[in-house]
């Protein structure tokens, strides 16, 4: 199902000041590789590398859990200021397993390094002492199994051997497969801008359709930009940007070990390096990143396992964000609410129940429901002519928006999820899905 | 199924001081009716009343909920010192209803009162002035509907020359079956201890099989006793058990909007009114109550839409109780752990990325889990002879134990909920379920 993903593309369509979107082409200052290497039973792609010969400013965000992977340990570590790479494994979370997983990085890292300076040694312009620690690494995958070391190292080789320096659609595509796990559909979004007089491309992949959830950089994404950004500059719009995009989705209301967002600038383009957040020149570049950022999300909720639904919660005028943003997630992460729309059921008193429970601060006399363009509920009471035939043929949609007012302040959250399918419990039931 | 319920009964049977379970028979000063009153479409009981023709002392817990129901609005505002009568109804939650659905409880309260005055003019050892605001209501089903008043009120006459004035079995499994919505079994249990050298017994029904979540009086429950205990140490008793038991269980993360317990004391045994919490005298009946509570807890659990298993929960060793609660009901609610286990795969990763997204205090090399017997990680690290095998056969039973060791505190706290299985989103995706 598409949940009118396609309508994304044409709404920003519009707005041709802000970017167009297209098939993804090449980045300059960025080479691709993927390989198999027999990590699933059926052969597919699942090593993913995205390597920068000139290096790349970049920033990250991570998962807010206790229990982090090993991978991202490693990624904390790293304080160097260019990076030459990130590799992206599937099947295995690298997470619960210990010093050995984190040694298991150290060593594809090292050999991966030696690997790549010896083909940096071909052409004088490169820089040749690429260290271990300017290697980036996402895992995605089970938790708690032994890292598949060897089987990577085995297939090291074969990655350099594979790099594509010049990138198009169908390497794009390759990569955004080749990181995918339960998804379903590769995701892939780009905008395009103006920094100055410079033309500058941000492409994004992601992955991610199960143990999705806010407050951190939810399932893997990844930024490219040809844009000369500095890495602060970079870490600041990432976290501006991440509030009302990856953290404002949730499937499942599960939290990964793994997740992480980063964005890379390779510099390549002919602007000026900005180095100040504050800098007018970037503004329309802020808005664009957010725009690949927002679209990537949508198209992880709506590759939510099992969903047969898109759904936008809008919680306005409230006392706080916070209260908006509890709003929200209260009834995204309702299994009852959730139900009832897989069941195109316009069950507004869960809608009630999940306001009710979120704690948020709320005058029942000012409280208002609407479905879709349906009011429900007008300040606290059941509108007169309200036609529950009417909501119950609009729950037949794909794209399903609640909205609830508060009346009680000035704050809004809007967030995004999907329904609760049997399909859902079918794909996490299965033996180690 | 049965989880093992019955099993509840052998254990706490071998603990003869702390009293027995039976069949539910007569408690002195208690009287019952129920009658249908055509709130569904299918003929059954949908109103209960429990009468105190010489009144009782009570005490409540209600939900946590910001948007509470009108009954429990009703409730909060009764302050007389005694109770006549408890009347329940199913079908209709009378939440989000407003004026109307709080006038419906006078009107129907003001009827009630005077019926039950007349009636007990025929006795002249009675009181004879019960007034409206000694009625308590508990009301459950579909919030935001119109409160069915008329047929309530039609029915009033029927409830009162149904009254029962001695139990047996039947009427309470009558009784038990009455307040049930999406239930599939009545929930009964029942204790019997001395305080002093008199006999007291201590009866209670529950109903709840969605929507409930702790913090709270969670599903609806009503406990009866003969024991003579005012009603500030009723309050205390329910205050102090509900933490490890109402507020311990968790089916689907929600909270409804009309969750009370009430505990009531007829006083017609030959104790001495308790008036003091600390008195040494009530230690087994406080103790009593809690069995009584934490049994119907656990059926409720059991019996929770679409379960398949009954699974416990514990955290042990942690910095603070709080910690402990986190990590208990995060693992609880996680959808992926849910239908790992209805799946019946030990994929003890999923337990860990609920421990790690509770928010709480850990100590990755101190940490420990295991399932049933068998231990998988150990001071952080994957126990040398874990074999998968064994824990896969384990996750067969119906009863499925969790055990989280911080070693970090000396706190602990225990759980109880059931799985998420396909017929939990048939139940809940049925319309108007």
Redesign the interface.
């Known amino acids: 199902m598409d949940f009118g993903i396609n309508n994304f593309f044409d709404t920003k369509h519009k707005n041709s000041k802000i970017g167009h979107y297209q098939d993804l082409e090449h980045i300059d200052g960025l080479s691709i590789s993927t390989v198999s290497c027999g990590l699933y039973e059926k052969k597919r792609d699942d090593l993913v590398f995205f390597y920068f010969r000139e290096g790349a400013n970049y920033a990250n965000v991570y998962?807010?859990?206790?229990?982090?992977s090993e991978n991202i340990k490693w990624n904390k570590k790293i304080k160097e200021k260019k990076i030459f790479g990130i590799l992206i494994n599937t099947r295995n979370?690298n997470?619960?397993t210990?010093k050995n997983g984190y040694n298991s990085l150290k060593n594809i890292s090292t050999n991966l390094s030696k690997l790549l300076n010896e083909k940096q040694n071909s052409d004088e312009d490169f820089p040749k002492n690429i260290k271990p620690n300017q290697i980036l690494f996402a895992c995605t995958g089970?938790?708690?199994?032994k890292f598949p070391e060897v089987k990577i190292l085995n297939n090291l080789n074969n990655l350099i051997e594979k790099i594509k320096y010049t990138q198009n659609k169908l390497i794009w595509i390759k990569a955004a497969l080749g990181i995918m796990t339960t998804d379903t559909k590769p995701k892939l979004s780009m905008a395009e801008c103006k920094i100055g007089n410079s033309e500058v491309k941000i492409y994004g992949i992601a992955k991610g359709s199960?143990?999705v959830?806010p407050n951190m950089a939810t399932t893997l994404g990844f930024i490219f930009t040809d844009a000369n950004i500095s890495s602060s500059v970079l870490k600041q719009i990432l976290n501006l940007n991440i509030k009302t995009t990856f953290n404002a989705i949730t499937c499942?209301?599960?939290?990964?070990?793994n997740d992480m967002l980063t964005i890379f600038s390779t510099g390549k383009a002919h602007n000026k390096e900005i180095k100040n957040f504050k800098d007018p020149k970037i503004k329309q570049f802020v808005k664009s990143v957010h725009q690949v950022m927002l679209n990537l999300a949508k198209r992880v909720v709506s590759d939510g396992e099992g969903a047969t639904k898109f759904i936008t919660i809008n919680c306005q005028n409230s006392k706080s964000e916070k209260d908006a943003k509890n709003i929200c997630f209260s009834i995204a992460?309702?299994?009852?609410v959730k139900?009832?729309i897989?069941?195109?059921?316009p069950?507004?008193?869960?809608i009630?129940?999940?306001?009710?429970?979120?704690?948020?601060?709320?005058n029942?006399e000012r409280l208002s429901i609407s479905i879709g363009h349906y009011f429900?509920?007008k300040n606290?009471?059941?509108v007169e002519n309200y036609n529950e035939k009417n909501v119950s043929e609009y729950m037949k949609n794909e794209n399903i928006e609640i909205t609830v007012n508060l009346s009680n302040g000035s704050k809004h959250f809007t967030t995004y999820t999907m329904d609760?399918?049997?399909e859902?419990?079918?794909i996490?039931?299965?033996?180690?899905s």
Chains 1, 2 share one sequence.
């Not at 089970?142 to 199994?145: A, L, R």
């Open positions: 998962t807010q859990s206790k229990l982090v979370a997470a619960m210990g089970t938790i708690g199994e199960g143990m959830y499942d209301g599960d939290t990964s070990t992460n309702s299994p009852l139900t009832a897989t069941g195109e059921d069950n507004w008193g869960r009630a129940m999940a306001i009710g429970k979120s704690g948020a601060s709320i029942v429900i509920l606290g009471k059941l609760l399918s049997k859902y419990i079918d996490n039931s299965d033996y180690r």
